[in-house]
């Protein structure tokens, strides 16, 4: 990262010259010391073009460098994103699955829930149907001990009757 921002900064540099040199107005002294320079040797101009073209080379390769890493990181984006993908399409499957257990334990569980159901009502129509019942139980027992004790009444009676019967014809 540091190698690419000291190249981008390189180039910036290398532009801004070149800028400044067209910007900059014609200098009588400036040309005539430019023709000196050209008439000098070709060597100077040769080695000038050679530093313009090591200054493109090397901008090209901080530039296909740039590109590599920026194609290596989408590269690795891309792998993340499938990861993800992957892992989220898991977790649905897993979150379907266990939907349809919850499902299945519940039909296991409503049939068992439905006979529990049954048997109550059955329980709460029995007591409804016992109680009158237990009423009319508790009545005719009352009713009954009333005529045991009419019947033991009127039998002491006749058995006086008798005990006196026998005293008479004796």
């Not at 000098?40 to 073209?53: D, F, N, V, W």
């Not at 898991?90 to 379907?96: H, I, K, L, M, S």
């Not at 019942?133 to 004790?149: D, H, P, R, S, W």
Request: proline content about 2%; overall charge neutral.
């Amino acid at each position: 990262m540091k190698l690419l921002l000291l190249l981008l900064l390189m180039l910036r540099r290398h532009v801004n010259k070149e800028q400044t040199n067209l910007n900059r107005p014609p200098d009588i002294g400036f040309q005539m010391e430019k023709t000196k320079n050209n008439n000098l040797t070709g060597s100077g101009r040769l080695a000038k073009m050679m530093m313009m073209e090591d200054e493109e080379e090397m901008t090209r390769s901080a530039i296909s460098t740039l590109q590599s890493r920026e194609e290596e990181i989408e590269k690795k984006k891309m792998q993340v994103r499938e990861k993800v993908e992957l892992q989220l399409s898991r977790a649905e499957e897993e979150t379907r699955r266990l939907s349809q257990i919850w499902e299945e334990l519940e039909v296991l569980g409503d049939p068992l829930r439905k006979e529990v159901a049954v048997v109550r009502k059955k329980i709460d129509m029995a007591s409804k149907d016992l109680k009158p019942l237990g009423q009319n139980c508790q009545k005719k027992e009352k009713e009954y001990k009333e005529a045991l004790e009419a019947f033991n009444e009127k039998n002491r009676e006749k058995a006086q009757l008798v005990s006196t019967l026998m005293e008479l014809v004796e």
